[in-house]
């Protein structure tokens, strides 16, 4: 017999075994009849000889090997009409249950698409970046070019070492509609090699030695799967073709498989271009826009190879005789490239995030075993007759556990689309700056979790109840006169101390969201110093080949400005780099002043910004109309730079008049004011160095020109609705080039409220996770005071005819929900100190131990329980004492 029939054929094969052993009992009577006995007596004779059927039809069928699995689906079967005849219990088990696996579930696809899931190139393990570090900042530069090659060289633990550069801002490719914005990494020629992987069309660049380009590359170029979909529509011809990239035609030579530039760029399309090396690489003074990943050899552990190169680079940086020089060469840092993917705070933030809903799915797991183990107390005559007729322990447990497997999936199914509901959702609400991509999809390894939360929940759930059921005594249950029965001390106990485990996780979340809630209060009571209400932004990715040979802000900046000036409801318009709290285009200024490498922040800007943003000064002036490129050239710098580097340290004014740096050549720019400090980067951050100079100023011949022309936020004061006057500035920015009709257009209200960034997707999601644990565990206090109460309520009928006052059995009640809550916030009080140091990433203004929070959440606990536990408690202090007696 197949194996198909085995499993489900159970019913049909039972049948025949009955007509065949029935068919031999016959053939027996027939026989003794025919030796002469009368029917009545053969039937006796032969029933006896032949014993108990149902016995023998047991023994024949566990013969057959599969008797265990017809049991199964027999317990799955008289499962669900049990759970068809108590909906409201399956529905608040299920539902309980689906709420914690959906929080578990959803944080885990996240955790697992950020941090778990494996790169999609050979051996990732084995990939590492080397990077130069300043060790009192930790700041990292890129290589020098004379440094990577002498790693190359003089290093025996890498297989292979690449390099890779972007260009300056965003280039653009002409595609089969319009130009998009692309990603330009210029790479060496056995980048990919070095990743190990290949193009799912096309070739690679040809392989020449490290460092020296025989031209065999040059012209060429490979897209990445999004640029290939987002320009040219997926065209599988686009190999050998020439395409235009910004203004210089190249040839297609490949096209990578899908998801390899999302490891360098998560926000743009990406094209790769062979990297060529410029004469200034070879100069020790300038740090090259040169990242640089290497493949370790079978067997090399990270450690080894930072040891190796922080070895080399001590011998090199020997060589450099100027100190600045020297102490920019002397460290570097080797680390796995999986752990450069992923900032460490928000690694730290989703692992925690991830525990804050593993203890929701705990919570809810513990409450729907306190269920279980009421719905266990209320079967316990069923379970004690089930043992009377002969049913082994294991075969009740079991059917105990096949329950709460059919409740447990059913919470799956339910919780695992909830969470990739949550998830799809997420993707709409997360901060721009919070880098975290959510294009999730359905893999092996979270099903595989999913099921895991299912199994663990199972046997959380209906384990525990099942074993406290059929160690039960059997007569006490077959003597009651009634089909309930209670609680008994032992199993209140249990009940009690489940419910104030719940207590206790919840009152750690909330007082985790309690702290978040905190941080965001006072985050948005930080003084900005500047206004951002009625301020319109849009960011500018400049198309700077289309003004090469030209002077862009004559070109571009000072007509589009004008022209936005004019638009009806505009009171201000002006340019800069980067608005306060933006994530535009990030320009870094390195000085060498007062015997100290310096790194500031560099903004140009027109004049028109500190009107618009009502910067105070804390002395002299900022630019005006005067400062033009005829002028002498000047800068703005704020408090917190001048607070360093003035000549008197206890006078920051001190710094204006004095030369800075060079804005042409041989023309050194001298400070005209002092910007008061302002929090440019975040708001929890304090404000940092920053030099301002006037766009105006600028000329091709200008050290900072470059930097100038790459990305620009313009920024507009307008009484008009932002929906009614971002068309007007789109058609004008069209007009000016047609790259910058796609600009990103927001307000500086919601930029400084997406800076909160993870501090408020964090505190979304522990007020989630909070309230689901507040209600779960109030829910949960209220079920046990409710069953109880009705175990009860003869007692209380006693008491109360023997005298006792109502509010005597209110108190009863209420004292035992009182004990829960206080053992419950104590011990959940202890758990919330030691746990809230994980918060500390995210906290600001408040302390991770703060009291106050700690005391409002407990109370808030506190008064939901007391609150939960008035019904119940209320219910016998109205019960007419003469009913109670009689019932049973």
């Known amino acids: 017999m197949s194996f198909l029939s085995r499993i489900f054929r159970f019913e049909s094969r039972k049948s025949d075994l009955d007509a065949e052993l029935r068919a031999h009992l016959e053939m027996a009577i027939a026989d003794r009849v025919a030796r002469g006995e009368s029917a009545t007596e053969a039937k006796a004779a032969t029933q006896l000889e032949f014993g108990n059927l149902p016995l023998i039809e047991d023994v024949t069928r566990q013969t057959w090997g599969w008797l265990w699995l017809e049991r199964v689906l027999q317990d799955v079967k008289y499962g669900m009409r049990q759970l068809r005849r108590s909906p409201g219990f399956a529905a608040s088990v299920i539902g309980t249950l689906a709420l914690g696996i959906a929080a578990a579930t959803a944080m885990f696809t996240v955790v697992d698409h950020v941090l778990l899931r494996p790169l999609p190139f050979r051996d990732p393990d084995r990939l590492v970046t080397i990077d130069q570090v300043n060790p009192k900042n930790h700041t990292r530069y890129y290589g020098a070019w004379q440094d990577i090659q002498e790693w190359q060289v003089q290093s025996n633990l890498f297989e292979q070492l690449a390099v890779y550069g972007g260009g300056v801002g965003r280039s653009f490719i002409r595609g089969n509609t319009d130009s998009i914005a692309v990603k330009e990494l210029k790479v060496s020629a056995n980048y990919f090699t070095t990743f190990g992987v290949i193009p799912a069309l096309g070739r690679d660049f040809i392989q020449e030695p490290f460092g020296s380009s025989t031209g065999k590359n040059t012209g060429t170029i490979i897209l ?9 529509g997926g065209d599988k011809s686009i190999v050998g073709k020439s395409i235009t990239l910004n ?13 390899v530039e999302q490891q360098q760029n998560r926000t743009s399309p990406t094209i790769y271009t062979p990297l060529e090396l410029r004469k200034q690489d070879k100069d020790p ?8 990943i290497a493949r370790l050899r079978p067997g090399i552990n990270v450690r080894a190879a930072d040891t190796e190169v922080a070895t080399i680079q001590k011998r090199l940086s020997s060589k450099y005789t100027e100190a600045n020089v020297r102490d920019r060469h002397s460290y ?39 269920i279980v183990m009421a719905r266990g107390a209320a079967r316990a005559r069923e379970i004690a007759m089930r043992g009377a007729l002969g049913a082994s322990r294991w075969r009740v447990a079991q059917q105990f556990i096949v329950e709460g497997l059919i409740l447990s999936s059913a919470a799956a199914l339910i919780g695992a689309g909830l969470a990739f509901t949550a998830v799809r959702l997420a993707r709409s609400v997360v901060p721009q700056r919070l880098n975290v991509d959510l294009s999730i999809q359905i893999n092996p390894t979270v099903l595989a979790v999913l099921c895991v939360f299912t199994i663990l929940t199972a046997v959380l759930s209906s384990v525990w109840p099942a074993f406290l059921a059929v160690h039960a005594p059997i007569e006490p249950a077959l003597k009651q006169g009634s089909q309930r029965s209670g609680f008994s001390r032992g199993q209140r106990r249990i009940c009690s101390t489940l419910v104030v485990a719940e207590i206790a996780m919840s009152l750690t979340l909330l007082v985790s969201c309690g702290l978040l809630l905190r941080t965001i209060y006072t985050l948005r009571h930080v003084p900005l110093g500047y206004r951002t209400d009625h301020i319109v932004v849009a960011n500018l990715s400049i198309p700077s080949y289309r003004f090469h040979g030209q002077n862009i802000v004559v070109n571009l900046y000072e007509p589009l400005l004008q022209r936005v000036k004019h638009v009806n409801g505009i009171q201000g318009a002006g340019l800069m780099s980067q608005v306060p709290l933006g994530q535009s285009f990030n320009i870094t200024l390195a000085l060498y002043m007062n015997g100290n490498n310096i790194t500031t922040a560099l903004k140009p800007v027109t004049p028109d910004i500190q009107r618009i943003f009502g910067f105070p000064m804390v002395a002299g002036r900022f630019f005006n109309d005067g400062d033009t490129v005829t002028s002498q050239p000047v800068v703005v710098v704020n408090r917190a730079f001048a607070s360093i580097y003035s000549p008197d340290k206890n006078d920051p004014t001190a ?4 030369e800075l740096v060079n804005l042409r050549k041989q023309s050194k720019a001298v400070v005209i004011g002092i910007l008061n400090d302002q929090h440019q980067g975040a708001i929890a951050k304090p404000s940092e160095p920053e030099v301002e100079f006037s766009v105006a100023q600028l000329t091709p011949d200008s050290g900072f020109y470059q930097p100038s022309t790459v990305g620009m936020d313009l920024v507009v004061r307008t009484d008009r609705p932002v929906a009614s006057i971002v068309p007007d500035l789109r058609a004008i920015l069209r007009q000016a080039t047609p790259e910058l009709a796609n600009a990103k257009f927001s307000t500086m209200d919601q930029i400084v409220e997406d800076s909160f960034g993870n501090q408020r997707l964090a505190a979304h999601l522990l007020e989630f996770f909070a309230a689901s644990a507040l209600l779960l565990s109030v829910a949960g206090l209220y079920g046990l005071l409710a069953w109880i109460v009705t175990q009860r309520t003869r007692e209380m009928g006693v008491r109360i005819a023997l005298g006792a006052r109502r509010g005597n059995m209110l108190w009863l009640v209420l004292r035992h929900a009182s004990l829960m809550l206080l053992v419950g916030i104590a011990v959940g009080g202890a758990m919330a100190f030691s746990t809230a140091r994980l918060l500390g990433v995210y906290l600001f203004g408040v302390s991770a131990h703060d009291g106050w929070t700690l005391a409002a959440a407990a109370l808030l606990l506190f008064l939901s329980g007391i609150l939960a536990a008035w019904v119940p408690a209320h219910r016998p202090s109205r019960v007419d004492p003469m009913q109670a007696l009689r019932a049973e």
Do not use: H
Request: cysteine-free; glycine content about 6%.
């Open 224 to 232: 990445s799967d999004a640029a290939w979909e987002g320009a040219f």
């Open 285 to 292: 003074e300038n740090f090259s826009n040169y990242s640089v």
């Open 247 to 259: 203004d210089t035609s190249y040839m297609v030579i490949g096209v990578m498989p899908a998801g």
């Open 332 to 370: 570097t840092e080797v680390r796995s490239y999986t752990d450069s993917l992923v900032d460490s705070d928000l690694r730290k933030a989703l692992l925690a995030l991830f525990a804050a809903s593993g203890v929701l799915w705990l919570i809810a797991a513990v409450n729907a075993t306190n």
């Open 655 to 658: 710094l204006i008049g004095k």
